[in-house]
C-alpha cells in the first residue's frame, strides 16, 4: 500500500468523490487556482474545472449558506472554512439552518453536506490560526462530527462524509497534514461515520483521544509501555454521534479513564465523555476520571514558549497517565 | 404585458383569500383558539404579483414569514394554514414542530425557512447555483422584509447571485417598519433597491400595493433571469397594516392617524377598485368570491379544530435524515 500524508487522503478523497458523483462540488476560499492555502484541493481546479471548484468571495456564512442552498437542491457540497477559527460568521448557517432543516421540515428537506476545516494549534497560527472548534458542534443534534487522525481514516472518513445524507462537520488536524504519514489502499474503501476505533489495546489505563492528540497519545503510550504500564487507546474518529458503547468497553476493562484534547477544559468535549463514564461506568471506575486539555485562555497564544504551555503534547499526556497509573 | 380579464380575477381571488384567511387568524387569537399570529395584511399584492410572475411548482421559492398569500398561490391551503396555526400534525410545513407562517411546501419547491431573519438568502443564492451548474432554465424567488436586508446575510447572498449572474430574484417587500423600527433607521438609501448598485445587479422599485404593477416588473425580472441575464433587486414598498404580530402592540410606535392614512393605499380596496371600474369584475362576481372565501375559511377552521395533534414521541424525530418516517 503507497504511504501518503493526511493531506493527500483529503485530496484522494475529494478527488474519488467528484469523479464518482457530477453532485459533487467544492466551494471555498482560495480552493480553485491556488489549490487551498493547505493545499487540500490541488490539481483538482484543472480536473473539475471552475464551476465544480468554486473560488467563493472571502465570506463564510455565505460559503455555507449558498453550500446549504445548492444542498437543498440536490447538490453535494464540500464547503471549506480555510481555518476553523474562521467559522464563526457561519455559526448561524449551521446550527440555526443545516442542522436544524430535516427536524424542522420533518424531513421534507435535507441537507447533505460536508464543511471540512482546518484546527487545532502547535503551528505557531496565535489566537485565530489554531483553533478548536468542535465543542461548539457537538453540542447541536442535526449534525454529525467527525475528526480523523490519520491518513486511512481521513479518506473513508471524509468518503463516507461526502455521501453522508446529513450535514457533516468534518475537522482535520492541520498540525498532522504533513507530520502523520500512513498507508492508504489505491482505490474504494470507506471508514463508517460512529464508530470510534481502538487503535492500541491495553490493560491498564484507557485514554480517549481524537485527531492531533491521539496522534501524540500513541507516543505517549509507547514510552508508559517502556515503563511497564500498558495503555489502551481509543480514537473517537466520530465524536457526534459518538460511540458510547466502545468508550465503555475499554473503561469497563481498565477501570480508569484519560481524555485529551486541545481545546480549553470547561465545557469542552471531555466533560461529556467523562458524564458518560460516569453516569454508565461508575462501578467499573478504579481511578477518578482525568481531563488533559489546553488551558482556559481564550486561545494559543503565538510566541513559541507561550504556545508550548498551551499545547498538550506526548510529555505531557505521559505524565498524565502515569499519575493515573498509580492512583 | 397582456393580462387576461381571468387572470387578473385569479390574482384578486388569491389576495382576497389570503386577507380573508389572515383575518380569520387574528379572530380566532382573540378567541384564545390559537397562541399566536403573525401577519401579511397588506402586503398581498406583491405576493400574488411575484408568485403569478413564476412557473409556479417549477421554479423555487425562499420565503419569509409574511407570505401567506405567496404560499397561497403557492399551492398552500387554507386547510393547512389553519393547522399550522393550531399546531396539528398535518401541517405541512414541519408536522407541528414550527411556528405557524414558517413556511415550507416541498411539492411546490417552496423551501422551509427559520425565524432568524435572512438566512433564506443565501439558500437562494445556492439553489441559484445549482439550476446554473445542471444548465436549468428554473428561476429562484426569494423574499425578505426591509428591515432585514440590513444584515450581513442578505449582502453576501446578494453578492454571490451577482458574481455569478445566478437566476435569482431578490423581492424585498418594504412594509415600512421592523417591529418598530421605521425604514430610515434601517438604510440610508431611500430605497432597498437603491443597494443593487453597490452590488452589481439591477434594482427596481415597485408600487406593493398594486398587483398587476408588481406582476409586470416581476415579469420582466424573472424572464430575464430565466434566460440567462442574471439576478435583479426589487423592492416592493407597502404598508404593514397590522402590528408585527399577535404579541406587539403598535400604538406605542405609531399613530392611528398614521395607520388610517396608510389603508386608504390597501392593496384589496386597489385591486377591487380597478378592478370593479374596467368592468374586469362584477359587484356578483365579487360577492361570490366573498362567499367562497368565507366557506373555505370556514371549512378549515372546522377541519384544523378536529385534526389531531402529533403524536408526543414525534417530537424525538427525524433528527437525522436516517429517522424520517413517512406516514
Known sequence: MPEMTLIDAVRMAMDEEMARDPNVFIVGEDVGVRGGVFRATVGLFDK??????????????????????????????ICEIQFADFIYPAFNQIVSEAAKMCYRSNGDWTVPMVIRAPYGGGIGGGLYHSQSVEAFFTHVPGLKVVIPSNPYDAKGLLKSAVRDPNPVMFFEPKKGYRLIRGEVPEGEYTVPIGPAQVTRAGADVSVFAYGMMHHYTLQAAEKLAAEGVDVEVVDLRTLYPVDRETILASVRKTGKALIVHEDNLTGGYGAEIAATIAEHAFQDLDAPVRRLAGPDVPGVPFSHPLQDWFMPNPDKIAAALRELAAF | ?????????????????????????????????????????????????????????????????????????????????????????????????????????????????????????PHAAGIGLAIKMRKEDKVVLTTIGEGSTSQGEWYEAVNWAAIHALPVIFLVENNQYAISVPTDKQMAVKSAADKACGLGLDGRMVDGTDVFAVYAVMSEVVAKARSGGGPSLIEARMYRITPHSSDDDDRSYRTREEVEENKKRDPILVARTQLLESGVLSARELEEMESRAKAMVDDAVAYAEKAPYPAVEEAAYPVYVEEVRRA
Open chain 1, 48 to 77: 473539475y474545472g471552475p464551476e465544480r471548484v468554486i473560488d467563493s468571495p472571502l465570506a463564510e456564512l455565505s460559503i455555507v449558506g449558498v453550500g446549504i442552498g445548492a444542498a437543498l437542491y440536490g447538490m453535494r457540497p
Open chain 2, 1 to 121: 404585458m397582456e393580462v387576461t380579464a381571468e387572470l387578473k380575477r385569479d390574482m384578486f381571488w388569491h389576495m382576497l383569500l389570503s386577507r380573508r384567511l389572515d383575518e380569520r387568524a387574528w379572530v380566532l387569537h382573540r378567541q384564545g383558539k390559537i397562541a399566536f399570529h403573525i401577519s401579511g395584511i397588506g402586503q398581498e399584492a406583491a405576493q400574488v404579483g411575484a408568485a403569478f410572475a413564476l412557473r409556479r411548482g417549477e421554479d423555487w421559492v425562499t420565503p419569509y414569514y409574511r407570505d401567506l398569500a405567496l404560499m397561497l398561490c403557492l399551492g398552500y391551503t387554507p386547510r393547512d394554514f389553519v393547522l399550522s396555526l393550531m399546531g396539528k400534525r398535518e401541517e405541512p410545513n414541519s408536522g407541528g414542530r414550527q411556528m405557524p407562517s414558517h413556511w415550507s411546501l416541498r411539492s411546490a419547491n417552496a423551501v422551509s425557512h427559520s425565524a432568524p431573519v435572512a438566512t433564506q438568502a
